[in-house]
């Protein structure tokens, strides 16, 4: 006896693409949530009539209907839409010996450098044609069909012949790191740093450790389709995958903490609640990281334990500082929404609190915060090893915020007399809320030392999707590992129903 075909743990966005995708495929799902809120690290809340992101906050793709984003492929077969403001340029990059504005239009990105190295301009320009080639390349496999077994195969051969021939050129790039592509190519050490940048804004990684395809579609995306970001923010990705859920027959169940996936004889049967209810099921998706699926979700003793010993052994990027603000806005007319600061450029720039990342998405949503006002998130990487909630708490996280507060201070100087309402976050609030080993922003997995897990595990039924299986880190990431897991549990077939849904 079975109460559902699938459970999935956690409603991240893998978690919610695996679910809502199984549901479109006719499986009954449910999808249990431990908070009261879905959408993992990419959630929405709300205090005061501020409405914030938690995390993520740049988006590509999200209304264009033929972008290559993973999302939007699933929100068009889910038949959800979703809302999205367009914008460019995506942000400004704040160095400490200048200022670049990073332009969607990749003329008026290349001018741009151009201004401040003509030569870095040039180089960057045949990087970009490089990466932009195996962007293209990828246009026509979409991610809806992809899967994770021997199956892809003959879906490959047999519908994406032409494509694969397309990509051939492009095959040592796939497991090639940015870094490895760039060294021939860009010799100017200021555009090197740039590169940087942008590679660990997407991995949490620089270049030498960040895979060319995640830097190619990053590129592809932003030049190629539209910046945009959603009407109501973050949460409203969520939402909107919530709803394709429930509106193919799935449930989610918020404020259900899974405290067990149970086991017997090396399968699935189903999971255990905290409250002791036991839910049974022959396929549990897990959308917990890894760390958290073999330390806390499975007893010690189902798992392999060399296999567990080696996945705990993991490399993680480090957790955050978190501020959240809600400002007076006038005399902020021209305010952009994105930004990123570097402190000192003789520090490593993952050093943690030396690059900050600032988002102010009420510059496009003015919903989002009272009239005549602005809501504001920065964050930092942030090592999580110290923290405690001892006697020092609070002066130790308001301490390790400065480096926030200074570099909101370079976009807004006289921020801090404007402040109405300041949330600051530290690597145990990022553990709490995500419930995420360690608080981090996932695994460490440098290219060519290692590639991210399948959806696969030792135990049968027992899956995983999120930023601790392949293809990574990141939304569109994510995303793409939740269609790899769904589809892997259907027949081609049956996904071939979904693509002829996608527009041409």
């Not at 264009?64 to 999302?71: K, T, V």
């Not at 660990?200 to 945009?228: H, N, Q, Y």
């Not at 952009?336 to 520090?347: K, P, Y």
């Not at 009239?371 to 609070?394: M, N």
Request: hydrophobic share 40%; with cysteine.
């Amino acid at each position: 006896m079975q109460d559902f075909d699938v459970i999935v743990v956690g409603s991240g966005i893998g978690g919610l693409v695996a679910g809502s995708l199984l549901a479109r495929y006719g499986k009954t799902v449910l999808v249990c949530e431990s908070h009261s809120l879905p959408g993992g690290a990419a959630h929405g809340f709300s205090r005061e009539g501020f409405h914030f992101d938690s995390g993520p906050s740049f988006y590509c793709g999200l209304s264009d209907p033929h972008s290559l984003n993973p999302l939007r492929q699933v929100l068009d077969v889910l038949g959800e839409s979703l809302e999205a403001i367009a914008y460019d340029p995506l942000g400004h990059y704040h160095f400490p010996d200048v200022t670049l504005p990073i332009y969607g239009d990749a003329q008026r990105y290349r001018r741009a450098v151009a201004h401040i190295t003509p030569e870095g301009a040039s180089q960057l320009a045949h990087l970009e044609k490089k990466l932009l080639g195996l962007y293209e390349a990828l246009r026509g496999i979409p991610t809806l069909a992809l899967r994770s077994d021997w199956k892809l195969a003959p879906v490959l051969l047999g519908r994406y012949g032409l494509p694969l021939l397309k990509l051939l050129p492009y095959l040592t790039m796939v497991q090639s790191s940015v870094g490895a592509v760039m060294q021939p190519l860009v010799q100017d050490p200021w555009v090197q740093r740039l590169i940087d940048l942008e590679c660990f804004l997407l991995s949490g990684l620089k270049a030498e450790g960040t895979v060319a395809p995640e830097m190619a579609f990053m590129l592809g995306e932003r030049s190629r389709s539209v910046i945009d970001y959603p009407v109501g923010g973050s949460g409203a990705i969520a939402w909107a995958l919530v709803r394709g859920l429930e509106r193919w027959g799935g449930r989610l169940r918020l404020n259900v903490h899974v405290e067990r996936i149970l086991v017997r004889d090396q399968r699935v049967t189903g999971v255990q609640l905290r409250s002791g209810e036991n839910l049974l099921a022959p396929v549990v998706i897990s959308n917990a990281t890894l760390w958290d699926t073999y330390s806390h979700l499975l007893a010690p003793d189902v798992l392999p334990e060399s296999y567990r010993r080696a996945a705990m052994k993991t490399p993680a990027v480090e957790s955050f500082m978190h501020l959240h603000l809600g400002i007076r806005a006038e005399g902020l007319e021209s305010l952009t929404g994105h930004h990123v600061v570097m402190h000192d450029e003789s520090w490593d720039l993952t050093r943690p609190g030396n690059t900050c990342m600032i988002s102010i998405p009420s510059v496009w949503d003015p919903h989002l915060a009272p009239s005549g006002y602005h809501v504001v998130h920065a964050y930092t990487l942030e090592d999580a090893a110290g923290w405690e909630r001892s006697a020092q708490y609070d002066q130790r996280k308001r301490d390790r915020a400065q480096p926030l507060f200074r570099a909101l201070e370079k976009v807004i100087p006289d921020l801090r007399s404007r402040i109405e309402l300041e949330l600051i976050g530290t690597p145990l609030t990022h553990a709490r809320y995500l419930r995420r080993y360690q608080g981090t922003y996932g695994p460490a997995i440098a290219a060519g030392q290692g590639t991210f897990p399948s959806c696969y595990t030792p135990i049968q039924g027992l899956y995983r999707v999120g930023d601790s299986t392949l293809p990574g880190i990141g939304v569109p990431a994510v995303a793409a590992s939740g269609i790899l897991c769904a589809n892997t549990l259907v027949e081609p077939e049956q996904t071939a129903e979904l693509l002829a849904l996608l527009p041409e």
